[in-house]
């Protein structure tokens, strides 16, 4: 496991340790959802290592904050839960409109990328990139408030001073634990892995 991957999976763990869910869709062993965190986490930091993807946030581990915000969402969205991950039972969607790890509002609709319920719960990284457009658009729209509230239009639909939603998710992913490497070098390291011997 590559060392991005690693520290995200570790954050992972630290913040919703795997198989403790009673929900009956839910249900898995620590090994089998600890296995499950290293496909999200892949998923997560394919988006946020995107060379052709802005990052939410700029500076030498932008790219890592953006994967550290990305999980912290989807920590406070589903819990990593494996019923919303893989769009099991009727649990699953939170307000029945909700999809995927980061309870992206699509109802039976699309979203802007064109992409429906079934695809996002089928493809994480679909979901990833999804929310991630979602985040930059939040970005954008509450750039005025302090930065903990930029997650506004994301959590409530409107940007608000002190919104309590976006402050936990931000804040999370804030005090998580530093990247092990910094952009340019998990991108070296990514390109080197992918482009084979």
């Known amino acids: 496991m590559d060392p991005i991957t690693a520290w995200a999976v570790a954050l992972m763990v630290s913040w919703s340790p795997p198989g403790r869910s009673h929900i009956a869709d839910a249900v898995e062993t620590p090994e089998e959802g600890r296995a499950r ?56 969607r ?25 695809d996002l719960v089928g493809d994480r990284e679909k979901c990833f990139r999804a929310g991630h457009a979602l985040v930059k658009r939040s970005f954008g729209a509450c750039r005025k408030f302090e930065q903990l509230d930029w997650l506004g239009a994301y959590t409530r639909g409107r940007c608000v001073a002190d919104e309590k939603a976006s402050r936990s998710r931000m804040g999370l992913a804030q005090r998580a634990p530093q990247a092990p490497l910094d952009d340019a070098a998990a991108l070296a390291a990514r390109a080197k892995a992918t482009s084979g011997p």
């Open 37 to 92: 965190y290293e496909e999200i986490a892949r998923a997560a930091a394919r988006v946020a290592y995107d060379p052709t993807v802005e990052p939410a946030f700029r500076g030498p581990r932008g790219r890592a904050a953006t994967l550290a915000l990305l999980l912290a969402i989807a920590h406070h969205e589903s819990g990593f839960r494996r019923d919303v991950d893989l769009g099991l039972g009727k649990l699953a």
């Open 94 to 118: 939170g307000s029945g409109m909700d999809s995927c790890l980061l309870q992206i509002r699509v109802g039976k609709g699309k979203t802007s990328e064109g992409w429906t319920h079934a």
